[in-house]
């Protein structure tokens, strides 16, 4: 869900086929389009961001119950069905990186790669957990925080694989994400991202993502990702057609079946039979409705048909995603319970204003945490020769 959005351009000493990739043997050498920025994606990318929020704001039962003072079904009887499928957001995000990083990584020594990454992940991240222990810390706020020691473990973003208690409820995304990089990294990056090795690299995630599950061994779905990797991998083959154009009929092979076993696995997790019982309740027709739209969205950028979507606006919608994405949930029901419950606020009137003020925190993480951290740590990881 993270990353910049403007094709890099070569970097020096590169040779022609490291620039438009290496061509299948025989065929032409074919160049890549000029550098854009995809501000459209930036976009895309606060809109999934949105769709999650919904989701834990009103279409999902648990804490945020106790912020509402009631079931958010009951709060918002109509919207709470639709707000329900917000958790694909994660999903959307999942296709966007895997464009995001294979632009990002194209062309780019590993060292490097691994200095955006963290210097793009980590800031806004350690703030963010930080804020959260101190605001569940207040007296008042009825949300308890986690141990000292599990705090500090949240710190290095491998609580998840350690077995520590979450800050952050989200950053099980961040933990996928941290595992794609790497295995992105390895095959890719370190031995030099070329048309060919890309390729290559899908294809065999793909099938041993496909065996991964079949072999119900956790080792291999910790490294392998069988749920997620589709999605990932559905962003590579997308800015394989950015890169390439539309006439490539492997990329539209690996888009077309990243989606077909992307939805496959959506439906999976997300679907179960209607019942009385159950919060919520979504339809598999409406689960393969949004994992589509994310693949068409994407495409849509990918292929240029949001080139006139080029308002400044959406770079920092994009900006604001990953620390909005940080803080959104945890704090946001500090500020519902405090809207609705306290200020006795009506519940659309304290949605509205708790998004508001999410985006306001994530406006201001930006602009004193991550801009003038990001450059400091990157070039303390890969100092500029």
């Given at each position: ?7 890099p351009?070569p ?10 990739g ?9 160049t ?10 930036d ?10 929020a ?9 804490e ?13 009887p ?16 999942f296709?966007?990186s ?5 632009l990002?990584?194209?062309?780019r ?7 955006s990454r963290i210097s793009r992940?980590?800031?806004a991240?350690?703030?963010?957990v930080?804020?959260?222990?101190a605001v569940f810390a207040l ?15 949240n ?10 208690h979450?800050?952050l409820?989200?950053?099980?995304t961040?933990w ?5 990089y790497a ?5 890719v990056v ?7 090795r890309?390729?290559l690299f ?5 099938l041993?993502?496909?065996l ?6 956790p080792?291999l779905d ?5 749920e ?12 394989l057609l950015?890169?390439?154009g ?13 989606w077909?076993?992307?939805?496959h696995f959506?439906v ?8 009385a019982?159950g919060f ?11 994992v589509?739209a994310g693949f068409?969205?994407v ?6 048909h949001?080139?006139w ?5 959406l ?6 995603t990953?620390?909005?994405y940080l ?8 500020v519902?319970?405090?809207l609705?419950?306290g200020a ?20 201001l993480?930006h602009?004193c ?8 740590l990157k ?7």
């Open positions: 869900m993270t990353g910049q959005l403007t094709v351009a970097a020096a000493g590169e040779n022609a086929a490291e620039v438009t290496a061509a299948p043997s025989g065929a032409p050498e074919r890549r389009r000029a550098p854009s920025r995809l501000r459209a994606l976009g895309l990318r606060l809109l999934a961001a949105l769709m999650v919904a989701y834990h704001y009103g279409g999902r039962d648990g945020i119950g106790t912020a509402w003072g009631s079931s958010p079904a009951a709060q918002f109509t919207a709470s069905g639709f707000f329900a499928y917000g958790c694909l957001g994660v999903q959307i995000f296709v966007i895997g464009f995001v990083i294979c990002s990584g194209w062309g020594t590993l060292r490097a790669f691994l200095a992940l980590y800031p991240y350690w703030v963010a930080l804020l959260v222990t007296p008042g706020v009825v949300y308890a925080t986690v141990s000292p020691s599990e705090v500090l473990t710190l290095t973003m491998l609580q998840m694989p350690l077995g520590a979450r800050v409820g989200v950053c099980w961040l996928a994400e941290m595992r794609f295995l992105f990294a390895l095959c370190l031995p030099g991202a070329t048309r060919r890309v390729v899908c294809a065999g995630w793909t041993a993502a496909a991964a599950q079949a072999a119900h061994e080792l910790t490294v392998l990702m069988p997620y990797a589709p999605f990932f991998i559905g962003g590579i083959g997308l800015y950015h890169r390439y539309a006439r490539d009929p492997i990329a539209w092979s690996i888009v077309l079946v990243s077909l076993t992307g939805q959506a999976a997790g997300l679907w179960h039979p209607a019942s019982g919520s309740y979504r339809s598999q027709f409406g689960i393969v409705a949004v589509t068409v969205l495409g849509a950028v990918a292929l240029g949001f080139r979507a080029n308002w400044r606006w770079t920092v919608a994009g900006a604001l990953y620390p909005f803080v959104h949930e945890h704090l946001g029901w500090v519902v319970h405090a609705h419950i006795g606020l009506p519940s659309y009137a304290t949605l509205a204003l708790t998004v508001a003020s999410m985006l306001l925190l994530a406006w993480l602009r945490v991550e801009r003038p951290l990001t450059p400091v070039r303390a990881i890969a100092p500029k020769r």
